[in-house]
């Protein structure tokens, strides 16, 4: 009858009162998520960000088995860390609720809040890396975005909205690491030594790195992150091959990066004159330089070995699978031959997203370069 009130039977009652109390009542109090700071974020690079794209891949430079991810939810995943790496902090300070996936196993809509296309061993020209095996170089990881744009484009139907919405996210890229690592600082494997003077060879790679980085501009990225290569002459594999005292960095391929960087820090004026482009250099060698420096006021004892490894400085050979790590992991400066450790990469994290000082960013961190 029109104006009495339902009589719900007991039983009724008393589902109701269960249903709310166990199943609703939680989401109500649950605490609601912030939104991220920009839609996605989209992340090229090397070992040091890779994620779990090298996994499947005929190579030796993996990382999917223990010691590796000991301290990472879930285990081993592919991150070259105990732990997290640079960019899984910079994602959890950029306000998303979860890592941002590897490309290798993302796709559909998944894609729309980002993914990761780094791969360990990858460098900038096609063949560095090559005695490791499998790896996709930044050309190949560029191929692969290309198609997650066209994957984007299709869920949002037509291309003027997908570049509208991928011109709201960050994109951060770091390659040139194993250009010298795996390449130049190689002339048992590589020529490109004897081909090239330290100045000659930053010409080569930012001409290739600069037509790569504008391939990334033509399909839409805006807001874009370079991070500088760091100072790979006083990681414990160079420390260990070429450093009389095992603690003394090693200058010669410090210099070289550091003519690289520079070059890469004058290719931004040219980046930043494209129509809506806000690109910003992230000075991680400066900031791996001032923790270095300032180890104690970081809570790092350990310099100049690796956590895990084989031989001198634990750097001649990276982690054996189920080799047991340092116990004292918080304390160390890398993790294993190459590798920062979780503790490293939560100080270049945090600066390269909010920077502790002029120098680590320029002209933005990433905090600012979000809101632009």
């Not at 949002?156 to 690491?177: F, P, R």
Request: with cysteine.
């Amino acid at each position: 009858m029109l104006g009495r009130a339902m009589q719900v039977p007991r039983g009724g009652q008393l589902f109701f009162f269960f249903f709310f109390f166990f199943f609703l009542l939680p989401e109500l109090l649950r605490p609601t998520m912030p939104a991220p700071q920009v839609p996605c974020y989209f992340i090229f690079g090397d070992s040091l960000v890779d994620n779990g794209n090298n996994n499947d891949i005929a190579s030796l430079a993996r990382a999917n088995y223990l010691p590796y991810g000991i301290d990472f939810p879930g285990g081993p995943s592919g991150r070259f860390s105990n732990g997290l790496t640079t960019v899984d902090v910079i994602s959890q300070l950029l306000g998303f609720e979860d890592y941002v996936p590897p490309y290798a196993s993302t796709s559909g809509q998944a894609l729309l809040s980002g993914a990761n296309f780094a791969s360990a061993a990858a460098g900038i020209r096609e063949e560095t890396g090559q005695q490791l095996g499998g790896r996709i170089s930044f050309g190949g990881q560029l191929r692969n975005y290309q198609e997650a744009v066209q994957q984007i484009v299709e869920m949002m139907g037509d291309e003027d909205a997908a570049a509208n919405y991928l011109s709201k996210c960050i994109y951060s890229v770091g390659m040139g690491s194993n250009d010298y690592l795996n390449n130049y600082f190689m002339p048992a494997v590589y020529s490109s030594s004897r081909q090239y003077s330290p100045e000659q060879y930053a010409d080569v790679l930012i001409q290739q790195y600069s037509e790569q980085i504008k391939t990334l501009y033509n399909y839409g990225a805006r807001k874009v992150a370079i991070i500088g290569v760091g100072q790979i002459g006083c990681s414990p594999n160079e420390l260990a091959q070429l450093s009389t005292d095992g603690v003394t960095c090693v200058d010669r391929i410090n210099s070289a990066i550091q003519i690289f960087n520079r070059k890469l820090v004058g290719l931004l004026n040219e980046f930043n004159g494209l129509d809506g482009a806000h690109f910003t250099y992230v000075n991680a060698y400066g900031i791996f330089q001032d923790i270095l420096r300032n180890t104690a006021n970081n809570g790092l004892r350990v310099t100049n070995r690796g956590c895990c490894g084989v031989g001198r400085n634990n750097g001649q050979i990276t982690c054996l699978p189920y080799q047991t790590p340092c116990p004292n992991r918080r304390e160390y400066l890398f993790w294993d031959a190459f590798h920062p450790s979780e503790a490293a990469n939560i100080l270049i994290g945090r600066r390269s997203y909010s920077a502790q000082s002029s120098s680590d960013a320029y002209p933005l961190d990433i905090r600012r370069l979000a809101l632009v």
